[in-house]
């Protein structure tokens, strides 16, 4: 930290972002990425002659982009916001809807980056833990008065809620904004998308990053009432219209036109997923009943760090998080059967080892 640093950053705890090794090869389970490249198309789509337009900025609207959202979605296109990331989203909302006055309630166990953000924007925060079966309590944030943000399904645990007790908190909270971060609704969670029609303080955020392929193109989506998106844009125009490059929107449209692929790439992780679920527990694992891309599992008597670490030395990456509640757990990504099946003879060395 320099002596020119903020005293308002001097607190600040940033988010920490999953390994990235550059080093060597590692089945990479650890970050949530999907196994499979994007579609077909997208490779198509981004080809020399998209490249050498770099020289011109992109459209700052994405006007593109959000049509082919809105018609894939069933809204409309002003109802469509479009980032750099889902993460760029949920920083905007922070700042456009939160203040001192203004605080927000989530999870004790849930995305990291939502507190990371309430620091950053010096926004109370109600932390509001999460049942013994680490599921999120509806009840607890009907009528409670303050913004919400909820990931749904929830991270790390995968535990999903149901379009029900959404709309019990976005209908018990008609002067506040529900937030519900879908990052991972393509893997057998319920979207909260058919109660934007009714509800003015819905906003819905999605990522291009984990069931469509794109986590290295950076684009994330919202979609809301209008004037909750014009607030978002407010905030946008007023940091970086640029933020969505040229590149991006072209592969993103590529990819909405390519949903099958996608589907068909969702629905085999979803069969790993219940593959690697049983697997696990056929070898002591206590694993959360997940409708996400990752399993949060922990073994009796074996701590989260030893099977990070194991799995590691064999070239396997897993997310270890550590912290209250927390610590026996490993969260690990689906990848293809193939790589599931190297991680378990990883964790039967373990096993023999012991
Ligand atoms: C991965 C993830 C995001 C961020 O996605 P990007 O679009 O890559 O920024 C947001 N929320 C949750 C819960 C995630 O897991």
Same mark, same amino acid.
């Given at each position: 930290?320099?002596?020119?640093?903020?005293?308002?950053?001097?607190?600040?705890?940033?988010?920490?972002?999953?390994?990235?090794?550059?080093?060597?090869?590692?089945?990479?389970?650890?970050?949530?990425?999907?196994?499979?490249?994007?579609?077909?198309?997208?490779?198509?789509?981004?080809?020399?002659?998209?490249?050498?337009?770099?020289?011109? @900025?992109?459209?700052?609207?994405?006007?593109?982009?959000?049509?082919?959202?809105?018609?894939? @979605?069933?809204?409309? !296109?002003?109802?469509?916001?479009?980032?750099?990331?889902?993460?760029?989203?949920?920083?905007?909302?922070?700042?456009?809807?939160?203040?001192?006055?203004?605080?927000?309630?989530?999870?004790?166990?849930?995305?990291?980056?939502?507190?990371? @953000?309430?620091?950053?924007?010096?926004?109370?925060?109600?932390?509001?833990?999460?049942?013994?079966?680490?599921?999120?309590?509806?009840?607890? @944030?009907?009528?409670?008065?303050?913004?919400?943000?909820?990931?749904?399904?929830?991270?790390?645990?995968?535990?999903?809620?149901?379009?029900?007790?959404?709309?019990?908190?976005?209908?018990?909270?008609?002067?506040?904004?529900?937030?519900?971060?879908?990052?991972?609704?393509?893997?057998?969670?319920?979207?909260?998308?058919?109660?934007?029609?009714?509800?003015?303080?819905?906003?819905?955020?999605?990522?291009?990053?984990?069931?469509?392929?794109?986590?290295?193109?950076?684009?994330?989506?919202?979609?809301?009432?209008?004037?909750?998106?014009?607030?978002?844009?407010?905030?946008?125009?007023?940091?970086?219209? =640029?933020?969505?490059?040229?590149?991006?929107?072209?592969?993103?449209?590529?990819?909405?036109?390519?949903?099958?692929? =996608?589907?068909?790439?969702?629905?085999?992780?979803?069969?790993?997923?219940?593959?690697?679920?049983?697997?696990?527990?056929?070898?002591?694992?206590? !694993?959360?009943?997940?409708?996400?891309?990752?399993?949060?599992?922990?073994?009796?008597?074996?701590?989260?760090?030893?099977?990070?670490?194991?799995?590691?030395?064999?070239?396997?990456? !897993?997310?270890?998080?550590?912290?209250?509640?927390?610590?026996?757990? !490993?969260?690990?990504?689906?990848?293809?059967?193939?790589?599931?099946?190297?991680?378990?003879?990883?964790?039967?060395?373990?096993?023999?080892?012991?």
């Amino acid at each position: 930290m320099s002596r020119f640093l903020s005293g308002r950053f001097a607190a600040l705890e940033p988010y920490t972002p999953g390994e990235q090794p550059q080093d060597r090869t590692y089945i990479k389970l650890n970050t949530n990425e999907s196994p499979y490249p994007p579609a077909p198309r997208v490779l198509e789509a981004v080809d020399r002659e998209q490249v050498a337009m770099l020289h011109l @900025y992109p459209d700052p609207t994405c006007r593109r982009l959000r049509e082919k959202l809105a018609e894939t @979605y069933g809204v409309g !296109v002003e109802n469509v916001f479009v980032t750099n990331g889902s993460d760029d989203i949920l920083n905007m909302s922070f700042m456009a809807f939160c203040d001192k006055e203004h605080g927000i309630a989530f999870p004790d166990i849930t995305y990291g980056f939502y507190s990371v @953000y309430g620091q950053l924007h010096g926004v109370p925060c109600r932390v509001i833990p999460l049942t013994e079966d680490y599921r999120i309590r509806a009840s607890d @944030y009907e009528c409670i008065g303050m913004h919400v943000v909820l990931a749904n399904p929830n991270a790390p645990t995968g535990i999903p809620l149901s379009l029900g007790e959404i709309e019990g908190i976005v209908r018990s909270n008609p002067d506040h904004v529900v937030m519900i971060d879908e990052a991972y609704v393509d893997f057998g969670g319920t979207s909260a998308l058919p109660l934007l029609r009714q509800y003015k303080n819905l906003l819905v955020i999605r990522t291009f990053s984990k069931s469509r392929s794109m986590a290295g193109a950076r684009l994330g989506f919202a979609m809301g009432d209008s004037a909750l998106i014009q607030d978002l844009e407010r905030i946008k125009y007023s940091m970086n219209p =640029y933020d969505v490059n040229r590149l991006t929107q072209v592969a993103g449209i590529a990819s909405l036109e390519s949903d099958a692929y =996608y589907k068909a790439n969702a629905e085999t992780i979803i069969k790993v997923r219940e593959y690697t679920k049983k697997a696990l527990e056929n070898r002591g694992f206590i !694993v959360l009943p997940s409708k996400a891309n990752f399993l949060f599992a922990k073994k009796p008597g074996v701590s989260g760090e030893e099977i990070y670490q194991h799995l590691r030395d064999g070239g396997v990456l !897993v997310r270890w998080f550590g912290g209250a509640r927390v610590w026996e757990f !490993v969260r690990i990504t689906i990848g293809t059967k193939a790589q599931m099946d190297t991680l378990l003879s990883v964790l039967d060395k373990l096993r023999s080892e012991r």
